[in-house]
């Protein structure tokens, strides 16, 4: 069988998404009987159903789900070779950086600041992005690299360097009681009535269940703590965006939180390699600050 081609798949995923041909089609901007044979063809060769039709519309088959899943995958990865590849073409270009907007804000700072003290190091443009977005970034080809929290963050593909280890704290309105105590644990935190805690998406992006509200950016989770809708439990650092109207408090028992810088394990970057090692050098400094 050939190989599938990047137009078909982004027909597919098109239909896929919109389930009504004229509508993808449009989204295409193709007539729709074309978009219907080229369906057809690519059913054909693959030798399996991907939709269901009928009078009621068009509902993707198991293969189709499979497909749908698979051709994002694919359309992703092409995209991101383009941008690397004109990325590399470009001998001036930075190395971009991406990290979650607040988070292990005094770890960058010092990791820029080593960077811009060594002779002959690419210069470095920080992408500040959303919960869970840094995945995303590197798989896709905005970014080089990534700071990264494990257990959290997908680390999936990426080579990745532990920079530094850090406790847990609740952020909490600062006029609710358990904003008084010196600390916390979990379980002091977990079922708090009038403050359910704030549900962060998994990694595949659905959430689990609960009574705290979702969230989706940290302006949104800043502006329910301050309106005393919601707690949450962070690394330390990521205390940083911390407003007024909000205290931290240790969580005790809560497991560590591990800072990485990541990459995608297809790096062959020669300036990738060497801010990498000059990370080096803030791990060792991180260790005897956490032996002191």
Known sequence: MDDLETRELRYFVAVAEELHFGRAAGRLGIAQPPLSRAIRRL????????FDRDRRGVALTDAGRVLLREAGVALDAVAAAARR???AGDPKRPLVLATKAGA??????R????????PGTAPVEVLLCEVGEQARLLRDGQADVALMHRPFDDLAGFDAEDLCAEGQVAILPAGHPLASRDQLTLADVSNVPDLPIARWPRLDGSYPDGPGPEVHTQSQLAQLVALGKTLLVIPASSRAWQWPEHVAVPVVDAPKVTTVIAWPQSSRSQEVASLVRSVAGLR????RKSHA
């Not at 059913?43 to 991907?50: A, K, M, S, Y």
């Not at 292990?104 to 700072?109: C, D, G, K, N, W």
């Not at 600041?113 to 060594?118: R, V």
């Open 104 to 109: 292990s804000h005094e770890l960058l700072r």
């Open 111 to 118: 990791l820029l600041d080593t960077l811009a003290s060594e």
């Open 284 to 287: 060792s400094l991180n260790r």
């Open 85 to 87: 590849t004109r990325r």
């Open 43 to 50: 059913e054909q060769r693959l030798g399996v159903q991907l």
